[in-house]
């Protein structure tokens, strides 16, 4: 990993020391009660893998830059306007040949890195992603059904932003995360329509159920369904 740990300027693009394999981008805005936790799992991760940490602190008002500086990171500040802008923001300044987006409620097994990628190096994917856990009520588990089961499968395979990797040069060529509702089912419709998408068949990350728990299972449905009309309506 590099060693940028505290670093909170905004840096020229590419100024990172040396390049690496994967650059985790973690965008993060009053995230204070979850960010240790992954980014503790990604400074446990166990690869050949060279790989970096980048936290973009979405102009948060908690805790949330002093403990992403507590670890192995390089801390940029976005302007939180978005979460499209903290991965794009982040993105820009990455030096990885792979970019893998993490959100800041995703802990990652520690065979990640080796697993996903040697994966997707070895079928030729151009982006990936695994099968999730999601923690919290019982009714989380439809969504973690829904997300191994169903969006894997289909032809034109959904990512979700937590838990997103994706070859550089095609990310560049793609322009980013669109600032769109539901960004992610955009940018993995946009990317698949061009190259090769898929899922790693086993669970490489466990992600917070927390909106599940918020808003219940029907709550949570219509948030993202409604954020999906939006999206649509915009063309995405």
Known sequence: MGSNSGESQTPAAGDADTPVDVSFVVPARNEAGYLSETLASLGALETAYEYEVIVVDGDSSDRTPAIAREYDTRVLEGDGSSIA????????????????????????????????????????????????????PMRAKLMEATLNHILSRLEKPILPGFNFLIKRRVFDEIGGFPTVANEDTAFSRTVASAYPTGYYPDVLVESSGRRIATQGLTGTLYHYARLDRKRLQAGA
């Open 85 to 136: 802008h903290g991965r794009n923001y982040g993105a820009r300044h990455a030096s990885g040949d792979w970019l893998a987006f993490i959100d800041a409620d995703t802990r990652v097994r520690p065979t990640y890195v080796t697993d996903l990628v040697g994966y997707a190096e070895a079928t030729g994917l151009a982006a990936a992603s695994s099968y999730c856990r999601i923690t919290g």
